[in-house]
C-alpha cells in the first residue's frame, strides 16, 4: 500500500485522492509557514504543567518564564509536590499574579511513612487557599512499589478532597495505568474530571482516560520518535487535549535530553498543528479553551 508519513495520517479519507492530498500538503506547508512568522500576541498558550519552583530554575528563573510570556504562553499551572515546596510555589503565585496558578497535593512518589501528614497538609492549604486543581496525584510504581497501598489510599483520599471542594485533579501515572484506572473507578463521578498528565498511554487508554472525565496532557513526548502517541493523537478529538511541558523534564525535540522550560510549550503546539492539520494559533485557543474548562479560569 501507498504509505504515507505520520503528519498526514490523520485524515485517512486523504489515502487515495492524490489530489486532495497535494491539498492537504500544501495546507501543512502553509501551517509550518505561519508557525515560522507567529508573533507572541497571537497566540493564547497554557502550559497545564510546569513545575517553575525546581532547584533547576534557581539561576535564571525570572528570564526563563519572561520566555515562556514572549512565546505566547501566559498561563502557567504549577503543582505541587509535597509540603517543602509550598512556600516556594506561594512566593511564584506572588512574584507573576497574571501568569502563575497554583495546584494542591502529594505526588505519588513523595508517599513515605509520614504521608497522612503530608495529606493533613494539603487538606490545610485547600482549605485556606486559593488553588485551581488537586496536583500531581496518582500512582507511580516505575521506582518502587514498597508504599502501594499508601499511595493508592493517597490517590483517592486526594480525589475526594478535590470532589469536597469542586476542583479538578492533576494525575501522574507511571507503570501504574491498572492501578490508577481502579481507583478512578471507584471514584466515577459526574463530579471527577481533570487532567492525565503527561499521558503516555496507547489508545485504547486514551479513551479510558476521556471516559473517566480526563483531558490528556500532552507534552515533549509527542515530539519523540520512539513516543508512539503521535501516531494515534489524531482519533483524539482536540477538545480532550491539554498542553503542557512538564518543566524541567521531558524536553521536546529539539532540546530533548536538556532542561525544559514553559516557552517549550510552543514547540508542542507545532507539532500537534502537523498531528491535526490546523494552524498553531487554533491548537493555542483550542488547548487554552479546555483548560480553563479543567481549572476554572
Request: hydrophobic content about 35%; glycine content about 6%.
Amino acid at each position: 500500500m501507498f504509505q504515507v508519513s505520520s503528519e498526514y495520517s490523520n485524515i485517512n479519507s486523504y489515502y487515495f485522492n492524490h489530489n486532495t492530498f497535494i491539498n492537504f500538503a500544501q495546507q501543512t506547508t502553509n501551517n509550518k509557514q505561519q508557525t515560522t512568522n507567529l508573533k507572541p500576541e497571537t497566540l493564547n498558550l497554557t502550559d497545564t504543567h510546569t513545575h517553575l519552583y525546581s532547584e533547576e530554575f534557581d539561576e535564571d528563573r525570572d528570564e526563563m518564564v519572561q520566555r515562556a510570556i514572549q512565546a505566547g504562553v501566559y498561563r502557567m499551572f504549577v503543582p505541587s509536590i509535597d509540603s517543602t515546596y509550598t512556600q516556594k510555589m506561594y512566593a511564584l503565585e506572588k512574584q507573576y499574579p497574571e501568569n502563575v496558578f497554583l495546584m494542591m497535593g502529594l505526588h505519588p512518589t513523595y508517599v513515605k511513612e509520614n504521608y497522612l501528614e503530608e495529606l493533613a497538609h494539603v487538606e490545610r492549604q485547600l482549605a485556606s487557599n486559593k488553588f485551581y486543581a488537586v496536583g500531581e496525584i496518582g500512582m507511580d510504581l516505575f521506582w518502587d512499589k514498597t508504599f502501594l497501598k499508601e499511595q493508592q489510599h493517597a490517590f483517592q483520599y486526594q480525589i475526594q478532597l478535590a470532589k469536597k471542594h469542586k476542583l479538578g485533579i492533576n494525575i501522574h501515572c507511571r507503570d501504574a495505568f491498572d492501578e490508577v484506572f481502579e481507583v478512578l473507578e471507584w471514584e466515577k463521578a459526574t463530579d471527577l474530571f481533570g487532567i492525565f498528565h503527561c499521558f503516555t498511554g496507547d489508545l485504547d487508554q486514551a479513551q479510558k482516560a476521556i471516559s473517566l472525565g480526563m483531558k490528556l496532557g500532552i507534552g515533549g513526548v509527542a515530539t519523540f520518535k520512539n513516543g508512539k502517541i503521535d501516531q494515534f493523537l489524531h482519533e483524539i478529538d482536540l477538545k480532550n487535549i491539554v498542553l503542557e511541558t512538564d518543566s524541567p523534564y521531558l524536553a521536546p525535540v529539539p532540546h530533548r535530553g536538556k532542561r525544559n522550560e514553559s516557552s517549550y510549550t510552543l514547540l508542542v503546539a507545532q507539532k500537534l498543528a502537523e498531528i491535526y492539520g490546523l494552524s498553531v494559533a487554533e491548537i493555542a485557543a483550542i488547548t487554552t479553551e479546555n483548560s480553563k474548562q479543567i481549572f476554572g479560569i
